[in-house]
């Protein structure tokens, strides 16, 4: 599927919790890409992701949504906001493969891993090409690719252990990063 740019649609980011400003950055301040998964379904439709703060999405049948320019900071990844342009992957999927997800306490549904479809892994790896080579165009240096679990101790399963193994660790090889 094509790129779908959804950027003018996007609600634009708002405050930190400080109460500063989302700030702008230079390319040169981009030395990472952090892996997410949007531990729900926010489907095919575009416009669903358009509150979404990450600069990137790839849904369930590989289409990729371009949501926010790489020079915004964007409240995505705890410690890696500042340096990391955003990933998210649509789904739930389990920290461990076959282990349980996150499960709300206060709904009746108890929620179930999903499974990455080769459309979400093929899209999830072209969304990190794309953001590698746009940075290095632009005169950035990207040398990492990590999970958004290694900035939070409360994201134990983001973006689950199937999406690391499928997606980041073939990636890091090919684009000769480390986490």
Same mark, same amino acid.
């Given at each position: ?9 996007a609600a634009?980011f ?27 379904t ?12 990450? $600069? ?9 949504? $371009? ?8 409240? $995505? ?9 955003g990933i998210e ?20 549904? $108890? ?23 746009t ?45």
């Amino acid at each position: 599927p094509p790129w779908v740019d959804i950027r003018k649609d996007a609600a634009p980011f708002g405050h930190y919790d400080s109460g500063a400003m989302f700030a702008n950055r230079l390319w040169s301040d981009v030395t990472g890409i952090c892996m997410h998964q949007t531990a729900c379904t926010l489907g095919e439709r575009p416009l669903r992701w358009k509150t979404v703060h990450a $600069h990137l999405g790839v849904t369930k049948s590989g289409q990729r949504l $371009h949501i926010h320019d790489f020079t915004k900071v964007s409240d $995505h990844g705890h410690g890696w906001n500042n340096r990391c342009i955003g990933i998210e992957g649509d789904g739930l999927y389990a920290g461990l493969k076959g282990g349980k997800v996150w499960d709300d306490p206060t709904t009746a549904i $108890h929620e179930t891993a999903d499974t990455p479809t080769l459309e979400l892994i093929e899209g999830y790896k072209d969304a990190i090409r794309f953001a590698y080579n746009t940075v290095k165009a632009n005169g950035g240096n990207v040398k990492f690719l990590v999970a958004h679990r290694q900035a939070s101790d409360t994201r134990r399963d983001d973006p689950g252990q199937e999406l690391w193994q499928l997606v980041a660790l073939p990636m890091m090889k090919e684009l000769g990063l480390s986490d």
